[in-house]
């Protein structure tokens, strides 16, 4: 199975919702590898085959009982000296065109589809920059080119996330529209039952379906824009074993709020 | 007479316009036309622009809210009708007919302009307040409203209405010079557990849950109060700018919303949606805040700022021209991220600052309240940091105890995390300041035996740095401003008392209050162990507090606002806010669409 969750906005919890799916998939003892064509990171994991990544990954290949590699990030792009600079797969990424970098993203890909049951797919900030449609890799022209089904994941916290989360289907075209299968809200404080009539009528707009309404869940993980957290160095494995406690924990609080086996059937 | 030789005087020079170098200053707002310093009509009795008041002096009838006398338009016309009418003498009969002439010709209604934000924190207080100074520019009377605001930062009016502290800047950036309850008819204050205390029209009105709010009082005394404030701010001003609150596509409780497009309705505003691009996404969230409205409120929206892009704004332009053309509403600017030290609502005036120089540590308490009182402190040489980790005081070169909704819960989470310790364990080596709820922490004793502030803690031990004691009482405590002087120095202090609760001290005091012909100690300071303490909100604005406490430190390094009052301070700055608007946004297009104009 393939699925790719993509946010309204940044910060709007694809990293860990990506995150919790594999292990989801992986406590069903489903292969699963997570990916993320692009990302744009101020911090990097380095992994033992010496391939840069963004942190996001590693926290999802450990959640998928792996070990991170190059392929789960194939491009990586890093501020660095007030500029940014591509990595792609260890190769200097600056001399590759916008062309390129999509072709070397879905061939990446297509190889991870080849070896594993599943592959969990991660956008990169919101699929609905249209002043930059052009130039996405790592959304919804990924989305289309290998037609995976998508999981829209909308921030309650900063208001306004039925605007966020229908003005984002409304403007990523029809190939688009038709591939975006559900949605999650998440960071929600309150009462559940308040949202109801909003729900629905995105439901009935978009034919969306509402996988979850998730709670702020704040849990101390390695996030990506964030400091450094240590994890490169010694004691790498005790952390690494308590971020996928952390994530078991999670899974269990959130169970009754979001429905996996749902998005499962949803992207078959 | 004085007033009817005065009133002579004015009637034999004619129109003469506006006058900058008044030695009185402008009376109601900035910018007003000065032909009739002395009202020809007063006093007019007229109760739809005037009141009958008590004042110590007497009865006295006010004008303190009539707008109708110093607009050009009415100053003009008034002066060539008793040219044409060849009026000389004040006590004319035919004069007081030229007041009916002008209500009937110029008492029109004001136009009210709403910013609605596609998200909270979308920018929506800063450009209302730009759009308040640009208007004022132009020289139109315009007023701030924001009907329904939860914060517990607030302020007192001079006729000693609890309003939210950001509508009092944005009252500025109006430059209106007597702000009072209705420029934010409710404010909610969240209390401890799920309720929250309204204010209406200034005053304390009920508590509620969320539900009782939304159906019980919403539907009636809320719609209530913002139908009055909107009427009566629209029959004052020419302009009326509103500010929603959150978004205005809350599709989940969009009919029980009085904040965004139900008062938008009842005020037939026309709407400026703000979008802040920082978080990405943000085409799709105009877009979808837009189609999310009813029909009616949609043709309300009449344009969009793309507020807070971080940099080229050119880099925007394939998605502004595609959102205009799928929406049919203009986008009318991108605002750049502003990078000067702007107030902003509650949680963003929480800004960390890591500029050298004194080192200023406010304790982030539970339920903080009225910490607006740091802002003018962000213009002295000065790093501000909250915290509510105890390590942080340990460089601390001032440690600041700001207020809070709920004083003996902020005693009870200092003890649990250290707090209690970490702030005793630095007195006499550096300044700390309590204000309000943070001077009654302060106190050895703290004694509620009402429950009036908490429930079940009747009596508790303070910090113990004063010897003071602080007990709430039916009754007790204090909303009004104060104005009186530093007891170190004599400098001027200004600022309100917003309490409950009293404290009795037996320290020096901290300033001297004049109220009336008579002075009052306020407040404790012991200078030896440099502790302060005080319930007067806003003691920063002055520069002789700011400055004699930072000088305190052995740091101080004057800044350029340094000897200058916040108020002064913060004119300027909306000054330059309201530059960046004009820069940014098509101007032609904003004073067409929104019908700014002459």
């Known amino acids: ?268 | 007479m004085d007033c009817l030789k005065k009133v002579k005087e004015e009637i034999d020079r004619g129109w003469t316009g506006p006058n900058p170098e008044c030695e009185y200053g402008p009376c109601h707002y900035a910018g007003q036309d000065c032909t009739y310093c002395f009202c020809p009509f007063h006093p007019c009795g007229d109760t739809e622009l005037g009141e009958e008041i008590t004042t110590s002096k007497g009865k006295y009838w006010s004008c303190l809210y009539c707008h109708l006398m110093h607009r050009t338009p009415v100053c003009r016309y008034i002066a060539s009708r008793i040219e044409e009418l060849r009026i000389e003498d004040p006590a004319d009969s035919r004069l007081r007919g030229l007041l009916d002439e002008a209500k009937e010709r110029f008492m029109v209604p004001g136009k009210a302009i709403m910013v609605v934000g596609a998200t909270s924190d979308a920018g929506k207080s800063i450009t209302a307040a730009a759009i308040c100074r640009i208007i004022s520019r132009k020289g139109f009377s315009v007023a701030p409203m924001k009907t329904q605001n939860m914060s517990l930062n607030s302020m007192i009016t001079s006729d000693g209405s609890e309003v939210a502290s950001i509508q009092i800047m944005q009252a500025k950036a109006a430059r209106m010079r007597h702000p009072d309850h209705n420029i934010n008819p409710i404010l909610l204050k969240p209390m401890k557990g799920r309720n929250t205390q309204a204010i209406v029209n200034g005053k304390h009105f009920k508590d509620f849950d969320v539900n009782s709010y939304y159906e019980k009082f919403v539907p009636t005394a809320g719609t209530d109060a913002v139908r009055n404030a909107v009427r009566t701010q629209k029959m004052r001003y020419e302009y009326v700018v509103m500010e929603g609150a959150g978004s205005p596509a809350e599709i989940n409780i969009y009919d029980k919303d009085i904040a965004n497009m139900r008062a938008a309705e009842i005020a037939d505003a026309d709407c400026i949606l703000v979008v802040n691009m920082q978080w990405g996404g943000g085409f799709a969230y105009a877009l979808g805040t837009v189609e999310l409205l009813s029909p009616e409120d949609r043709k309300r929206m009449k344009g969009i700022i793309l507020n807070n892009m971080h940099g080229d704004p050119s880099s925007l332009n394939a998605g502004i021209r595609e959102l205009e053309s799928i929406l049919g509403i203009p986008v009318l600017g991108v605002i750049p991220n502003i990078k000067m030290p702007m107030p902003k609502e509650d949680s963003m005036t929480m800004q960390n600052t890591a500029a050298p120089g004194v080192r200023i540590i406010v304790i982030k308490l539970p339920r903080m309240a009225n910490f607006t009182d740091i802002d003018p402190l962000y213009h002295e040489n000065v790093s501000v940091r909250y915290t509510a980790d105890p390590n942080d005081l340990k460089d601390a070169d001032i440690i600041i105890i700001p207020g809070t909704k709920d004083t003996m819960d902020a005693l009870r989470w200092m003890r649990s995390c250290g707090m209690d310790k970490a702030i005793t364990e630095r007195k006499g080596t550096v300044p700390i300041v309590g204000l309000c709820g943070g001077y009654q922490l302060m106190c050895a004793a703290l004694r509620d035996p009402d429950g009036i502030e908490s429930d079940g803690v009747p009596e508790a031990e303070g910090l113990k740095l004063f010897d003071a004691v602080t007990e709430w009482k039916a009754g007790g405590g204090k909303r009004k401003k104060v104005k009186g002087a530093l007891a170190a120095n004599g400098g001027d202090i200004q600022g309100y008392e917003l309490h409950a609760g009293t404290t009795v001290t037996h320290e020096e005091p901290l300033f001297i209050l004049r109220e009336g012909d008579v002075t009052v100690n306020e407040g404790s300071a012991r200078i030896a162990d440099k502790l302060f303490g005080t319930y007067v909100h806003g003691l920063f604005d002055e520069p002789a507090f700011r400055v004699h406490l930072l000088k305190m430190t052995g740091k101080f390094l004057p800044s350029k606002y340094s000897d200058v009052p916040y108020d002064r301070i913060l004119d300027g700055t909306l000054d330059e806010l309201a530059d960046v608007f004009e820069r940014s946004l098509n101007m032609k297009e904003f004073d067409r669409t929104l019908g700014v104009s002459k």
């Open chain 1, 1 to 268: 199975m393939r699925v790719m969750f993509v946010g309204t906005s940044s910060s709007a919890g694809k990293t860990l919702i990506s995150a919790l799916f594999c292990r989801y998939l992986r406590s069903k003892m489903v292969m699963v590898t997570p990916f993320k064509a692009l990302n744009l990171s101020s911090r990097s994991f380095v992994t033992d085959d010496g391939a840069e990544i963004g942190i996001g990954q590693a926290l999802q290949a450990w959640a998928s009982d792996l070990k991170p590699n190059g392929r789960m990030n194939p491009i990586l792009i890093k501020p660095s000296g007030g500029k940014l600079r591509t990595i792609a797969n260890g190769a200097d990424g600056d001399k590759m065109d916008r062309k390129a970098k999509f072709a070397h993203a879905l061939k990446v890909y297509d190889e991870l589809c080849d070896k594993f049951d599943a592959v969990v797919v991660e956008g990169s900030g919101s699929p609905a920059e249209i002043n930059l449609r052009e130039n996405d890799i790592a959304n919804i022209n990924f989305a289309v080119a290998r037609d995976i089904p998508m999981i829209l994941i909308g921030d309650i916290e900063k208001g306004g996330v039925f605007a966020g989360i229908y003005g984002t289907w409304r403007l990523i075209g029809d190939e688009g529209r038709r591939l975006m299968k559900g949605f999650i809200i998440n960071k929600y404080y309150g009462d559940k039952d308040i949202l109801k009539s909003g729900i629905d009528r995105i439901e009935s707009l978009t034919g969306m379906r509402c996988m979850g309404v998730l709670p702020h869940i704040s849990v101390s993980l390695p996030e990506e824009d964030d400091s450094p957290c240590g994890i490169r160095h010694e004691h790498r494995d005790d952390k690494i074993g308590s971020y996928v406690e952390a994530l078991d924990m999670m899974l269990e609080d959130i169970a009754e709020h979001i429905d996996m086996e749902g998005i499962i059937k949803l992207t078959e």
